[in-house]
């Protein structure tokens, strides 16, 4: 496992102070994302699954429903403490993880990778996608979910109400559609499904997220 590191990075930090109050914040892209997650993954059944970013774990109970054994991992040891106290069951385990660094898993040991507005904090995907692709078992599947590049354009980024009343926004880096697919590529993924998601309350806004279905 990677040793975190003595002071968290910013993001860490912020997602360490927002952790006390994400589950309850409004947050529709949070929502979106929990509900597209099942109606795209809920046909599968891997063995062992990665849940790269797993935040306070609000996807972690589902992961956990279709695996056998889950490891969801964070950079956020806030983010972790929260998803801990969820009472999941035994086969999920957490541990602390830069995603830019060697994750804790084995070549070719993992069936699903997954990942849900997470790589909009990574300035460069390729390490990420590499990653992915060294742990998954020929043909597991890697599930991105992210806000989509329509929403950066138009300025959209994660933020929250600071202690102060003041928001805070999380560093982020806006990413093409095609970074993705790009990225994915050199690392031997194919992309197998794509969709763009609305909120069922804003059909006449823009998409809130995309999501990417790759396979080894």
Wanted: charged share 20%; aromatic share 8%; hydrophobic share 40%.
């Amino acid at each position: 496992m990677t040793t975190p590191p003595a002071k968290p990075p910013a993001i860490a930090a912020a997602y360490d102070a927002w952790s006390a109050q994400y589950d309850h914040d409004r947050n529709p892209t949070r929502d979106l994302d929990a509900q597209v997650l099942p109606r795209v993954l809920g046909e599968l059944r891997p063995r062992a699954t990665l849940e790269t970013g797993c935040g306070t774990g609000k996807n972690t109970a589902f992961l956990a429903s279709i695996s056998q054994s889950v490891l969801a991992v964070d950079f956020s040891s806030g983010m972790l403490a929260k998803a801990a106290q969820r009472g999941l069951p035994p086969q999920v385990r957490f541990a602390q993880c830069d995603l830019l660094q060697r994750w804790p898993a084995d070549n070719s040991s993992i069936d699903l990778v997954s990942c849900s507005l997470v790589l909009e904090h990574l300035k460069d995907l390729s390490p990420y996608f590499e990653e992915a692709a060294r742990v998954l078992a020929p043909g597991g599947h890697l599930w991105v979910c992210e806000l989509h590049p329509y929403r950066q354009y138009a300025g959209s980024q994660a933020r929250f109400a600071g202690a102060s009343g003041d928001t805070v926004k999380v560093d982020a880096f806006t990413h093409h559609l095609s970074d993705f697919t790009a990225a994915a590529g050199r690392a031997g993924l194919h992309l197998r499904r794509l969709d763009e998601w609305c909120h069922p309350d804003e059909s006449a806004a823009l998409p809130r997220l995309i999501s990417f279905l790759f396979q080894r």
